[in-house]
């Protein structure tokens, strides 16, 4: 086998592994070279990075953020639901944060998917999901509503720095989108 003829035993372990024995596997190597930042759970810059789950954009790398600095709601849009502003509550009510920043990005999932899905999964399971889908098309009127949804939250302390972007995909760069006046 030219796998076992070259490779190590850690790289056999990835090849015959599934893609968690595989993530499990660096955790072993990241932590044996982790020391313990002493750091409490408040987020160092203040802020909440809310971002689709996109595997192209890296928050971290894309933000210039480090460990500690921020936190981080990410699910399929980047979609500020109800469970976004539970997210950003106990974010800003119990360990300080006051910036918002939305992230949607160009080339999305979502643009691909309509509500039409949920019709489908109800007639595949025979159970019509409770959330909605919140497919669009647009992803700079996604994030004027999404940043509307922050700013008049009852929820939240802090609704005067909520700003929003677009991440372009093929260039790295963020696209700032102005709130609907
Ligand atoms: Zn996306």
């Not at 039409?116 to 595949?124: P, S």
Request: net charge negative; glycine share 6%; with cysteine.
């Amino acid at each position: 086998m030219s796998t076992s003829a070259h490779s190590p035993a850690t790289d056999q372990a990835r090849t015959d592994g599934t893609v968690t024995d595989r993530l499990v596997e660096s955790n072993v190597q990241y932590a044996s070279e982790f020391s313990d930042p002493g750091m409490d759970a408040k987020p160092v810059l203040r802020v909440a990075v809310v971002a689709c789950m996109d595997a192209r954009l890296d928050l971290h790398k894309a933000l210039g953020l480090a460990l500690g600095d921020c936190h981080t709601v990410r699910n399929a849009g980047g979609v500020v639901t109800d469970d976004v502003i539970r997210s950003l509550s106990i974010s800003q009510r119990a360990l300080g944060t006051r910036s918002v920043v939305l992230i949607h990005h160009t080339n999305c999932g979502m643009e691909s998917i309509t509500e039409e899905f949920r019709r489908e999964l109800e007639m595949e399971v025979g159970q019509r999901p409770a959330w909605a889908v919140e497919a669009y098309t647009d992803a700079d009127q996604d994030v004027r509503q999404s940043m509307q949804r922050v700013r008049t939250s009852p929820f939240l302390l802090h609704t005067d720095d909520v700003r929003g972007f677009v991440f372009d995909v093929t260039t790295g760069l963020l696209r700032e989108i102005l709130p609907a006046s």
